[in-house]
């Protein structure tokens, strides 16, 4: 299209674009064949194309999107071309998956592993840092879980699908309250505990003289708050 054949008052253009106000009603057939067809897609795709996507699985659905756009729009673009290219997106998925299932490797090239946020009522802050995750993002997904504050977990994990998964401890400890701060010490059944501290940054509980002046030995960190149980 030209300069001078972009028109503000052009209601024509605004309206069907270049093409005839026919082509209206092929837009309309043609999202039907292509909405018959991507369900069909989406059901041979699996299951868990309707729960939390993976990494691959996401970068389907984006291809799937990219691929539709083209015969909808396009007067000169025809269906078959993008209905092939979705069939081989599918078989490229199911392929991948395969060797998946087959190969360790492959697993944790396409979906990732496993990380470990928190152990034993403490962030693990390389890998927190690693995933491009901050504290209150963490804190929040706890706080979901009905966590009230550190010392009642063992294990945080990360899982490959972006959730997180959690081990409590048999007997809940002192450690970080992960409630917003105003509120910190309203929920916890004993409240905060004086004369026990927590590092503020990565939830060590310390001693008196592990805290007393000095960095946290764990993270480094010099900002100390009452531990609650």
């Not at 990565?202 to 900002?223: E, I, M, Q, Y």
Request: hydrophobic share 50%.
């Amino acid at each position: 299209m030209k300069k001078e054949d972009i028109i503000f008052s052009d209601w024509h253009r605004w309206l069907f674009g270049m093409a005839p106000p026919s082509f209206t009603g092929e837009v309309a057939i043609r999202a039907v064949v292509i909405f018959v067809v991507m369900l069909v897609i989406v059901r041979w795709l699996g299951r868990r194309m309707k729960g939390q996507l993976s990494v691959g699985e996401l970068a389907v659905i984006l291809t799937l999107g990219a691929m539709i756009a083209g015969p909808l729009q396009i007067p000169t673009a025809g269906l078959l071309p993008s209905v092939v290219i979705l069939l081989a997106v599918l078989g490229m998925h199911r392929l991948s998956n395969w060797l998946a299932f087959k190969y360790r490797p492959v697993e944790l090239a396409q979906q990732g592993d496993l990380v470990l946020l928190v152990r034993n009522g403490c962030l693990e802050l390389a890998a927190m840092q690693q995933q491009a995750l901050s504290q209150e993002q963490l804190f929040g997904m706890l706080r979901n879980e009905q966590i009230a504050q550190l010392g009642e977990l063992k294990r945080v994990y990360l899982e490959a699908n972006g959730r997180v998964s959690f081990y409590k401890l048999p007997k809940p400890q002192p450690g970080l309250s992960i409630l917003p701060r105003p509120a910190a010490a309203a929920p916890a059944p004993a409240g905060p505990l004086p004369e026990q501290r927590v590092c503020a940054t990565c939830g060590l509980v310390a001693s008196p003289t592990d805290h007393a002046g000095t960095h946290c030995r764990r993270c480094g960190a010099d900002n100390w708050l009452p531990a609650t149980l």
